[in-house]
């Protein structure tokens, strides 16, 4: 008999479902052999600007505190400062005043979106996504007795409200928005997200349940030309916002977010005593101390997100060259490629699984689409230099060439 449960293991070793962590680990084994220099890595959403010098203040003044107690635990949903400050943030972004005791403090939006399914989810109750997707998602539900059930956007990859809203069945616990998208870029228009919230309401008015709306917007600040992340607190009431510091303030290995309900949420005190419980029984305890202190210090100092709109044009620049199709992206830092129509291999077109093997050939390192609920695609994280965008053009072309 296997130590390991059967359903983990199958889930572990799933290709689909471990591909960008793979490719993340077979780059650094390439980078080994033929130098850094030589390989070209979007695998990862790993961003690699430097935080904003207000955070590195704000991490020195924590760190000279001699206060006592200050690295001990606390109140489960986190200091009542941050979560103050977390419903401060929200409340301007969502023009609807958020209450301190609808926030929980969380170990990343990886750790929040956990501890709101936990709250949320029967067996085999349903979490409805937009495809494509981060694929965590579909862990994280399972995590918690749920199914992910992806529904296909639109051709540009915007929001299908119709298509959600048929989709819509009495199982439906959740409806999981992410915008800008990981892995298109997409920012949901407005019209779009307020269709989806009508649904919504509709179809808890004829069947008694009103799902819960969770957008998860880690990257909400990081988009371009002008566009803004709709707010969804005033055009639905069940609705919850899932955010982090990793992808804004450039700290994904602090692990510090939060979940802001609704104050307008049915049942807003039950669901947020669940996800503190969520927070002490998944073993997170509390969001990690010294960095609720530092984001409560630095959440409004401001970044530059323009290297990233910057490395964006060169991309797009250079898949052109390369003759390889693209979506533009609106927002965050990754780029979906259309996977080219086969010449020279034999085999099936806009296999994406195959052409990022063919990729890893010329030391490109990409995600395959498949991965994301969006097959004959591939995904370029351009949280890279200008340097390894531009160093990518003669290898992109040679594979274009040669696929
Ligand atoms: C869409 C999306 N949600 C959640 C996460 C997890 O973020 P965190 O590192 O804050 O847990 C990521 C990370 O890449 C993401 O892309």
């Not at 020195?60 to 979560?83: I, K, L, Q, T, V």
């Not at 669901?271 to 609720?292: D, E, H, K, M, Y």
């Not at 699984?353 to 097959?375: D, I, N, Q, R, Y």
């Amino acid at each position: 008999m296997p130590l390991v449960a059967p359903a983990l293991l199958a889930r572990m070793t799933d290709p689909d479902a471990s591909a960008i962590r793979r490719m993340f680990e077979e780059g650094a084994a390439l980078k080994k052999r033929h130098g850094a220099d030589a390989v070209f890595d979007f695998s990862l959403g790993n961003p690699d600007l430097a935080p904003p010098e207000g955070v590195v203040r704000a991490i020195e003044d924590a760190a000279r505190s001699r206060e006592s107690g200050r690295h001990g635990y606390m109140p489960n949903a986190g200091y009542p400062f941050a979560r103050a400050a977390m419903a401060e943030k929200v409340s301007r972004e969502q023009g609807v005043t958020v209450l301190p005791e609808g926030v929980v403090m969380s170990a990343g939006a990886a750790g929040a979106l956990n501890c709101v399914l936990k709250a949320l989810l029967s067996e085999g109750d349903e979490v409805l996504v937009p495809a494509p997707f981060f694929p965590e998602y579909a862990h994280y539900a399972r995590n918690h007795g749920g199914v992910l059930r992806p529904v296909p956007s639109r051709a540009d990859f915007s929001l299908d409200s119709d298509a959600l809203a048929a989709a819509l069945s009495p199982r439906t616990a959740a409806v999981l928005l992410n915008s800008p998208n990981n892995p298109t870029g997409k920012v949901y228009a407005e019209r779009d997200v307020a269709a989806l919230a009508e649904a919504l309401a509709r179809h808890g008015e004829r069947t008694g349940r009103f799902p819960c709306l969770i957008c998860d917007e880690p990257y909400r600040d990081i988009v371009y030309g002008g566009r803004r992340v709709a707010p969804v607190f005033p055009l639905y009431r069940n609705a919850a916002v899932v955010s982090s510091f990793a992808k804004n303030l450039s700290l994904p290995g602090e692990r510090l977010g939060y979940i802001a309900l609704n104050p307008a949420m049915d049942d807003f005190a039950a669901v947020s005593a669940a996800c503190v419980f969520a927070t002490r029984i998944l073993g997170f305890v509390n969001a990690p101390a010294f960095f609720q202190r530092v984001v409560s210090a630095s959440w409004e100092c401001k970044a530059d997100y323009s290297p990233y709109e910057k490395r964006r044009n060169l991309l797009a620049g250079v898949l052109d060259s390369a003759g390889i199709a693209y979506a533009l992206p609106e927002g965050a830092f990754y780029l979906f490629c259309a996977v080219p129509e086969r010449k020279h291999t034999a085999g099936a077109d806009r296999d994406d699984a195959a052409f990022c093997e063919h990729l890893k050939k010329h030391l490109v390192l990409c995600a395959p689409g498949k991965s994301f609920g969006g097959a004959g695609w591939f995904r370029m994280a351009y949280c890279v230099s200008e340097r390894t965008i531009a160093g990518s053009a003669p290898a992109l072309k040679a594979a274009r060439e040669s696929w």
